[in-house]
């Protein structure tokens, strides 16, 4: 399995911008899906989370300005970035944990870093 990661780009504050993160293979059933973010000489930090039923997490930071979704059909999970703010300035991982059908072994897959950058 591979992901890959799209979508980020430069955006002036308030601005919005939208993540995408596909899964390409066959064979495997997805669990929890994820976006960390890694801000410039910071530690990788986790922004949301979304559950196989859709169950939503977010850092404090992010709350009420991102919404995490994801697209079981398309193997897909999205990340909507709202009223962005410099400090969300940061490479943008996602990370999807999946399992191959009737095995219980869990994968921890990653795509590569999105870059996301806000300022005036």
């Known amino acids: 399995v591979q992901l890959q990661a799209s979508g980020g780009g430069f955006v002036q504050p308030g601005g919005s911008l939208r993540l995408s993160c596909a899964a390409s293979?066959?064979?495997?059933?997805?669990?929890?899906m994820a976006w960390y973010r890694q801000g410039p000489g910071k530690q990788r930090e986790l922004v949301a989370t979304i559950t196989s039923s859709d169950t939503t997490n977010y850092a404090d930071s992010v709350k009420g300005r991102f919404t995490i979704s994801r697209d079981n059909t398309k193997s897909t999970v999205l990340l909507q970035m709202n009223s962005m703010m410099p400090e969300d300035t940061a490479d943008y991982y996602c990370?999807?944990?999946?399992?191959?059908?009737?095995?219980?072994?869990?994968?921890?897959?990653w795509g590569q870093g999105t870059e996301v950058t806000v300022s005036s």
């Open positions: 293979g066959s064979g495997f059933r997805f669990d929890d």
């Open positions: 990370n999807m944990k999946a399992r191959r059908w009737g095995r219980s072994y869990v994968y921890n897959f």
